[in-house]
Structure formats: C-alpha cells, structure tokens
C-alpha cells in the first residue's frame, strides 16, 4: 500500500514538474536576451511598436554597463542626442535639474550615479504596456522549431519556464545566444588582409580588450580604509597617477595627477566612478569561450584586482575617507553587478563594418552609408595594456576617424533566421568595435534592433526581407540619427530632409577629426556647387546633363527649374513649383522669404530634392546600400 502512495505521489510530482517546464510556455512576438543597454532600449522601440515583447535579464537592473556595470561616464555623442539615448539623456537631465549638473567630471558631458540610470530604465520599461521584463533569469536551452524559437528559463526561485517567440535578439553581454543559435562569429583581431584596415595586425589573434570592475566610491568623511586585499603589490599600480611610486610609466604621456585620476569620473553627490585605465583597475582575461563557472572563477580575480587598486588609492595615495557606496548596487562587496566588458564575439554579418567605412565611406564597394541606423562621434578607443605583450599590439589609443553610420545589415546574421543581434557582437571589425560598443551607440543599436524585430513580426517577413528604408523611416519617426550631421539638431524640421537626402548619395557630407569629438556635416549652409551633385546620376541617370554646360554655382529659380526637369525625366511628371510654393515650403522648415536669385545653398537643394523628387522612399536600397 505504502508502495503504491508513494508511486503515486511521484507520478503527481513528474506531472507537475512536465507542466512547468513543458506546457507552461509564453508566446511573445520578440524575446530579447538581456537587459543591458541595447536591450533595454530593444524592448522599448518594439513595445512601442505594438508587438508583444519580453526581455529576460539575468540581474536585477536595466542598462547593462551604464548602470549595472556602473560605467555611468557616457562616453560621446554629447551633440547627437538622438532616439531613445536622446530621451534617456533628457530623464537624467530632469532628475539631476540640468544639463550642467551632469557635467560633475572632466572625462564625459554626461556623469549620473549608476543607481539612478537603473531607476530611470526602469521606469521607461513600465510605462510600455506591450513589454514584460523578467529579471534574475538565466536561459539553458535555445531551440528552433519551425519558424519558431523555443527559450528555457529559470528564475532566481528554480522555476523553469519556456518562452516562444518569433523573433529573438541576442542583447547579452558576450554574445552568448548568438552561439547557442548556432551563428558564426570572430573573437578578437583580424588580420589586415581580412578586413583591409592597414592598422590592424598582420596576423589574426584572439587578443580581446581589458575588462573592468568598476568601482563607485563615495566620500564618508572619516577612515574607511579596507584590510589590505590578498596578493596587493602596490608596483601593479604605481603609475596610475603622478606620485611618489611612479619611477618607470608604461605611458609616459600619459601620467596625469592624482586629483586627475580621481576626479576623471566624479558622478553628482559627490561619488567617484573609477573605471581608470592607466595601470589602473583595467584587467586583462578572455572570458568568452569560458563555462559560467570558468566565467565566475575568473571574474572574482577581477574584483580582487579592483579591490587592490581601491587599497592602492586609500593606503598609497592618501584617500583614507573614500570607500565603496553603500547605496549604490545590492551587492555584499558593493562592487557592480557585473563587469564592463568592452568586446564580445563579434557575428559575421550579412556586412562587416571596418574602419575603411568610417575613414572613407563614400569610396567603399557596399554604399554603407545609405544604409545607417545608429550615429557615433567617439574615435577608436582600445584598452589593452592589461595584457601581458601588449607593446607588440598596434597602437589603437584614440586613431582618430571621422564621426559614423552604422549600417543596419551589421545587426543580421548571415546564417541564422529569425534572429538579430545587439550590444557589442553585431558585425565590426575588432577595430571598429573601439567605437561601435560605446553606450550611446549600443543605446541606438538596440533601438535598431527592437525596430528591425518588430517591423518583421508586423510584416510578416524574415528579418533579412524588412526594407532597409522601412526601418530608417521608423528610427527617424523616433528621432533618431542615420548619418551623424551637424548642421541642425534633431526634432527641427529640416533634420529628416538632411538625413534622407543624405541616406541617397545625391549629397555627400565631409567629416573630420576633432580631438575626442568628431564630426561630419552636411555643410547645409555652403553655396552648391553643381559637381557636389554628381550622385544623383546613380539614381536618376541623365540628371547631371540637364545642367546643360552649366557649372559653379547656380541660382534658387535655375535649381527649381533643374529638379522640374529631373521629375520629369525619372517620373514623367510635372513638378514645376511656384514662388508662392516654395515660399510656403521655405516658411515650413523655418527659412525666411525664398529669393530666386540669390546663390542656392547645398541645405536648399536638399530640401527640394526631398519634397519633389522624395528619392529616399521612391528608390529602395539593398542592405549592401545597392539601388535597386
């Protein structure tokens, strides 16, 4: 009898252990894979989309290395303020009171205490009627059934659940999904003769950059100098900074002062984000092939060497009164929740992105260009000197390069359906992610992947089948940048006719290098010269002979006429404008009484180009930037 009951009680058991890892399954339209900072913003643009979408993070905040890695130094993009980082920055802005209470230390614009960022993300999060995050959830199992992805997930109390979806987004911080989704991927440096970068190294490696634990300090107003940490040699990080200890820098150049040093990353209220990378908590280890206990084991090395640092700053240096927040992160150690990784596996695309496309991108085989989704102004920026042979790596500290496009096909596998990939494994040389995984741009890489997830789920298209134009047009709605231009800021009228005439090659903006912030601008202002046009022929072949022998300058009423011509040699329309006209379409993007006569500026002739002809959603492109 008792042999029965228990028999019995085995099989109600099995039966309810099927049903919560079986038939306990969720249907989304999109799952993404974490909550960092291209995740966060991922689940926002497709719930604000309309499709149902469900982030899983494995933490217990959003914003991945903006907060819970605590690299709360916003690094560039200060003037391209666009999307949803341009809306994040906005929330600090009001919470802080002003821009210039962001403005707390010398290395970024934008400094905030990492637990507030958390509190903002979450608050954007909930306001999204059509997104669900899940929060202390590790995923164990990936599977495609059909056009469908199967995710198994268990939460911080052991229940396991399974999650459908139809698109899913590899948002972590190693690209570990894209993995176990069976994408392939590069770790570390190419050689040059892959990527074609004449300052990439001669042969392949798997050398990744530095990781770091951060640590964020606070001032206690008495000694709170921790026990001296095991393994401490204070020579590790004797120049950090100028100081007594410093007698052979690594880089000579670079020896700033103590106060530098501290004050590099000082956050509002008086706290002290140390992410110093001058022999400072910078820490060299591969973890990306690594189990998650390899991962663990190793990463309680890194904490240790932050730990010595921080002992480093008290004991050596004097900081006696500062030690680690205690209101910052929900940790027992105070330390982040997780790391600052700077790279990650690094997918091969349906395009591979390099520094050629930012140095020259107007002279590339792929028109990239036409193709962008996300903005950077940051130069390359490689942290190595962590590892042991670093000298013998090229010098990657700040090569400068102008501002950039990132092109939306670098978020596509090549081989795998229904999937899109975010943070910092989409498709980059290694050089190139030196600029691509700053946090501005991941912010607006995640948007482009929640916008590129949704529009496949509402179309009902491979992901490798949306329109390139389709998602441009959805990030531009949402004021987002598809070429870095200057000449006027988001949200002004004239910002979307810039950014798609430039997206067609009609006209081509110049960039340049300017110390840490780089720039590129469409020169909206200068007087056209007719040779500056020549890019349209591509698309509407014959429009550079109708200027006739014409050349130079010309006036607004002969470019009115030109443009008339044009229509109707592409679209055999009539599309000949009226002073009135065009003085209602001057008075609509903010410019005074049109004069016919006077010289037409590059920004008028954009402007035309858009309203008339309206090449940018006439004349589709491929994800190579091809016209079709």
């Given at each position: 009898m008792k042999s029965l009951f228990g028999k019995a009680l085995l099989f109600l058991f099995l039966l309810g252990a099927v049903s919560c890892t079986q038939n306990d399954t969720h249907h989304v339209d999109v799952l993404i894979m974490g909550g960092g900072a291209s995740g966060i913003t991922a689940g926002i643009q497709s719930a604000r989309m309309g499709v149902n979408t469900l982030i899983v993070e494995e933490t217990p905040w959003l914003g991945g290395m903006l907060t819970a890695a605590g690299v709360s130094a916003v690094d560039g993009n200060y003037k391209l303020p666009g999307g949803l980082w341009g809306e994040f920055k906005e929330r600090l802005t009001r919470h802080y009171g002003s821009s210039e209470a962001l403005m707390t230390g010398w290395v970024s614009n934008v400094l905030f205490e990492p637990s507030v960022g958390n509190r903002i993300f979450h608050e954007m999060a909930e306001a999204e009627k059509n997104l669900t995050v899940w929060k202390e959830n590790t995923w164990h199992q990936i599977e495609k059934k059909g056009n469908q992805w199967i995710v198994t997930v268990e939460d911080k109390n052991g229940v396991v659940r399974q999650v459908q979806a139809t698109v899913l987004i590899d948002a972590t911080e190693l690209g570990d999904v894209a993995k176990a989704c069976g994408a392939t991927y590069d770790v570390g440096m190419e050689s040059r003769y892959d990527t074609g970068e004449d300052i990439a190294p001669e042969k392949a490696n798997t050398i990744v950059q530095d990781i770091t634990y951060v640590a964020i300090l606070k001032d206690y107003g008495k000694d709170v100098t921790i026990p001296c940490p095991e393994g401490y040699r204070a020579e590790e990080f004797a120049c950090a900074c100028a100081n007594p200890w410093c007698i052979a820098p690594r880089e000579p150049d670079r020896v700033w002062s103590q106060h530098e040093m501290i004050t590099y990353g000082k956050l509002p209220h008086d706290k002290y984000m140390i992410n110093w990378p001058i022999e400072g908590n910078d820490y060299y280890v591969n973890l990306v092939e690594m189990s998650r206990e390899e991962r663990a084991e190793a990463l309680e090395k890194a904490k240790q060497h932050t730990l010595c640092f921080l002992y480093f700053i008290q004991n050596e240096l004097g900081y006696h009164t500062l030690g680690l927040a205690d209101d910052e992160y929900p940790t027992a150690d105070l330390l982040p929740l997780i790391p600052y990784h700077r790279e990650s596996r690094r997918i091969h695309g349906v395009v591979r992105f390099t520094l050629n496309h930012v140095s020259d991108p107007y002279n590339q085989p792929g028109k990239?260009?036409?193709?962008?989704?996300?903005?950077?102004?940051?130069?390359?920026?490689?942290?190595?000197?962590?590892?042991?042979?670093?000298?013998?790596?090229?010098?990657?500290?700040?090569?400068?390069?102008?501002?950039?496009?990132?092109?939306?096909?670098?978020?596509?596998?090549?081989?795998?359906?229904?999937?899109?990939?975010?943070?910092?494994?989409?498709?980059?040389?290694?050089?190139?992610?030196?600029?691509?995984?700053?946090?501005?741009?991941?912010?607006?890489?995640?948007?482009?992947?929640?916008?590129?997830?949704?529009?496949?789920?509402?179309?009902?298209?491979?992901?490798?089948?949306?329109?390139?134009?389709?998602?441009?047009?959805?990030?531009?709605?949402?004021?987002?940048?598809?070429?870095?231009?200057?000449?006027?800021?988001?949200?002004?009228?004239?910002?979307?006719?810039?950014?798609?005439?430039?997206?067609?090659?009609?006209?081509?903006?110049?960039?340049?290098?300017?110390?840490?912030?780089?720039?590129?601008?469409?020169?909206?202002?200068?007087?056209?010269?007719?040779?500056?046009?020549?890019?349209?022929?591509?698309?509407?072949?014959?429009?550079?002979?109708?200027?006739?022998?014409?050349?130079?300058?010309?006036?607004?009423?002969?470019?009115?006429?030109?443009?008339?011509?044009?229509?109707?040699?592409?679209?055999?329309?009539?599309?000949?404008?009226?002073?009135?006209?065009?003085?209602?379409?001057?008075?609509?993007?903010?410019?005074?009484?049109?004069?016919?006569?006077?010289?037409?500026?590059?920004?008028?002739?954009?402007?035309?180009?858009?309203?008339?002809?309206?090449?940018?959603?006439?004349?589709?492109?491929?994800?190579?930037?091809?016209?079709?």
């Open positions: 990239l260009y036409r193709t962008g989704i996300a903005v950077g102004d940051y130069p390359v920026d490689h942290h190595h000197t962590r590892y042991q042979g670093y000298e013998d790596l090229p010098d990657l500290y700040f090569h400068p390069v102008p501002s950039y496009s990132l092109p939306l096909g670098a978020l596509i596998p090549q081989d795998v359906d229904g999937l899109v990939v975010a943070e910092k494994s989409v498709s980059v040389s290694n050089i190139i992610n030196g600029c691509t995984r700053l946090q501005p741009v991941v912010l607006q890489i995640g948007q482009a992947a929640g916008t590129l997830a949704a529009l496949a789920v509402k179309q009902e298209k491979e992901v490798r089948n949306v329109a390139v134009r389709d998602v441009q047009n959805v990030i531009l709605d949402a004021g987002g940048y598809l070429l870095p231009y200057l000449d006027v800021e988001v949200g002004t009228p004239l910002f979307k006719p810039y950014q798609r005439i430039g997206s067609t090659g009609i006209l081509k903006g110049v960039g340049k290098n300017v110390d840490w912030e780089n720039e590129t601008w469409l020169r909206a202002h200068d007087p056209l010269v007719i040779s500056e046009l020549e890019g349209i022929d591509e698309m509407y072949p014959g429009a550079m002979a109708l200027w006739g022998k014409k050349e130079g300058n010309v006036t607004l009423k002969e470019a009115l006429e030109w443009v008339g011509k044009v229509a109707m040699l592409a679209y055999g329309e009539d599309k000949t404008i009226s002073s009135e006209e065009v003085r209602q379409l001057w008075q609509q993007h903010g410019w005074s009484q049109p004069d016919l006569n006077k010289k037409v500026t590059r920004g008028e002739i954009a402007l035309l180009l858009d309203q008339v002809m309206d090449p940018f959603n006439r004349i589709s492109v491929d994800i190579q930037g091809n016209i079709h």
